[in-house]
């Protein structure tokens, strides 16, 4: 056997080890990435049963959009199995989704939100509002976050009584609803802890796998 043919066959060897190990590397990343993602979910399965039946919160059932909320949580589905795999996140379901649907939900409320003279002073960001929950102790989240997981397809709404008073008196909103979606919201919650108070140091920010 000639010593060039003994070099490839080297190389080929190392070659396949090499892709074994990566690929192996790559299944327990995949595996890791799996049981963090399901451990999230049932974190947010339990907090999302406490917080609907908290008692700074109001849901009407018969304001929840099910076939919204149906798309929503197929839409979570396909995100958590495939984005890891396939390099597809979460908001690149989402924005793909917006761009094929000019008139999705979302849209249709941001923009009637936008236009109305009624509520337009009132409204804060639902991304920066965070809550907190008395039931749950030590957990805190957004708005946006809480509608997402617990409201699935609803668009978060954060309203301020007073607009004289930005940051007090705020309420969270989950709706489904483009005609009025304050008024017809799905779900609201109103924390009765100030974040400012002493009892902010108890808490931690429960965020999104990144």
């Known amino acids: 056997m000639k010593f060039t043919n003994i070099l490839q066959i ?14 192996s590397i790559s299944l327990k ?48 589905l396909i995100s958590d199995n495939l984005f890891s795999l396939s390099g597809v996140t979460y908001e690149d379901i989402l ?8 008139k999705s939900l979302p849209i ?3 923009k009637s939100l936008k236009q109305s003279t009624k509520y337009a002073g009132h409204l804060c960001d639902a991304d920066d509002f965070r809550l907190y929950v008395e039931e749950l102790g030590v957990m805190q989240f957004t708005c946006a976050q809480m509608c997402q ?7 978060p709404v954060c309203y301020m009584k007073n607009r004289m008073f930005p940051g007090v008196a ?12 304050i008024l017809k919201a799905a779900f609201a919650f ?4 100030d974040l400012k108070s002493p009892k902010k140091a108890e808490t931690y920010v429960l965020e999104e796998l990144p």
């Open 190 to 193: 109103k924390p009765s802890v």
């Open 29 to 76: 990343i995949e595996k890791k990435r799996q049981q963090q993602i399901l451990n999230l979910n049932k974190i947010w399965d339990a907090a999302c049963e406490v917080i609907q039946t908290s008692k700074n919160a109001k849901f009407i059932p018969t304001n929840v959009d099910a076939s919204a909320q149906k798309k929503a949580v197929d839409i979570q």
């Open 108 to 110: 249709r409320i941001a």
């Open 170 to 181: 705020q309420t969270c909103l989950c709706t489904y609803n483009d005609d009025d979606p």
């Open 10 to 23: 080297i190389y080929f060897t190392i070659f396949l080890i090499s892709t074994t190990y990566s690929a």
């Open 95 to 102: 924005e793909r989704q917006k761009e094929n649907d000019k």
């Open 149 to 155: 997981r617990c409201m699935p397809g609803s668009y």
